[in-house]
T-cell receptor, first 114, second 111 residues
Framework: NAGVTQTPKFQVLKTGQSMTLQCAQD?????MSWYRQDPGMGLRLIHY???????DQGEVPNGYNVSRSTTEDFPLRLLSAAPSQTSVYFC?????????????FGSGTRLTVV | GIQVEQSPPDLILQEGANSTLRCNFS?????LQWFHQNPWGQLINLFY???GTKQNGRLSATTVATERYSLLYISSSQTTDSGVYFC?????????????FGTGTRLTIIP
């Protein structure tokens, strides 16, 4: 059981480049979300999804797009990378309610924009 | 949105010592989790504890939902306990449903 898998683990981009961070889960969780973690801060929510075809914005959505075409996958797209998007990105999933409720996080993607 | 405050921000202890980490939150919650972020950056789920008390080995947690706080206890600390401990909550009221993190407690265990 792989849990939540994020790729890549590290990435360096030039300002203005675009890229997609991949996230996949194999727990059949309805809820998936993306967070960013900046030094000295907790995690902040970027976008989330409560099921295939449904996405919504979190606390810091600007500069990011998401889509949810399947239950398993929730990619995060940076349209035109900026140095302010240098951060560590975490994907998470959870079931909605139920006895095994709780969030599981991927191992993170460390992104540097130069 | 819901506010989550953790204390202390930093804690340095000798190996073998006990510690108590606190999490205060500003509204009623459906979900409260404690995470440990190890020095490699991985977030490890320690407890799902919106109310009550749970124990797992040397770690235990208590949430008093009516008073809006949770405590994480670490006994007989080991160097592998070092890292940042996060409390995260999902509020039960409209607008507070998303998982919101505190800023963490950085724990350093000295051999």
């Amino acid at each position: 059981n792989a849990g939540v898998t994020q790729t890549p683990k590290f990435q360096v981009l030039k300002t203005g480049q675009s890229m997609t961070l991949q996230c996949a889960q194999d727990m059949n969780h309805e809820y998936m979300s993306w967070y960013r973690q900046d030094p000295g801060m907790g995690l902040r929510l970027i976008h989330y999804s409560v099921g295939a075809g449904i996405t919504d914005q979190g606390e810091v959505p600007n500069g990011y797009n998401v889509s949810r075409s399947t239950t398993e996958d929730f990619p995060l797209r940076l349209l035109s990378a900026a140095p302010s998007q240098t951060s560590v990105y975490f994907c998470a999933s959870s079931s909605i309610g139920g006895p095994n409720y709780g969030y599981t996080f991927g191992s993170g993607t460390r992104l540097t924009v130069v | 949105g819901i506010q989550v405050e953790q204390s202390p921000p930093d804690l340095i202890l000798q190996e073998g010592a006990n510690s108590t980490l606190r999490c205060n939150f500003s509204d009623s919650v459906n979900n409260l989790q404690w995470f440990h972020q190890n020095p490699w950056g991985q977030l490890i789920n320690l407890f799902y504890i919106p109310s009550g008390t749970k124990q797992n080995g040397r770690l235990s947690a208590t949430t008093v939902a009516t008073e809006r706080y949770s405590l994480l206890y670490i006994s007989s600390s080991q160097t592998t306990d070092s890292g940042v401990y996060f409390c995260a909550v999902e509020g039960s009221n409209f607008g507070n449903e998303k998982l919101t993190f505190g800023t963490g407690t950085r724990l350093t265990i000295i051999p």
